[in-house]
């Protein structure tokens, strides 16, 4: 995930300030020698496949719905596998 997104992501749930502390941490730790993982959401930034915007969200929560699946469900297994890694 690029630096610009994860400034998007964190600028939409916490506002500016908060951005600035949380990239200056993840920054920090990373420095230290920690591994920060900031994974990029299913239909956000990078992976965000619809245009217009605003479709992919609904259309990955409805189908895995439908499935028997949540969205979140996703998502923990997306950053499984990257604890995995």
């Known amino acids: 995930m690029n630096r610009a997104a994860i400034r998007e992501i964190f600028t939409r749930m916490y506002g500016a300030q908060q951005l600035v502390d949380e ?10 020698g920690y591994v920060v993982i900031a994974p990029d959401a299913l239909a956000f930034e990078e992976r965000n496949w619809s245009n217009p915007q605003g479709y992919a969200e609904y259309f990955e929560l409805a ?12 998502c923990l297994h997306d950053i499984s596998i990257a604890l995995d890694y």
């Open 23 to 32: 990239i200056r941490y993840a920054s920090e730790l990373a420095e230290k």
């Open 63 to 74: 189908t895995r719905l439908v499935q028997g699946k949540t969205l979140l469900s996703k």
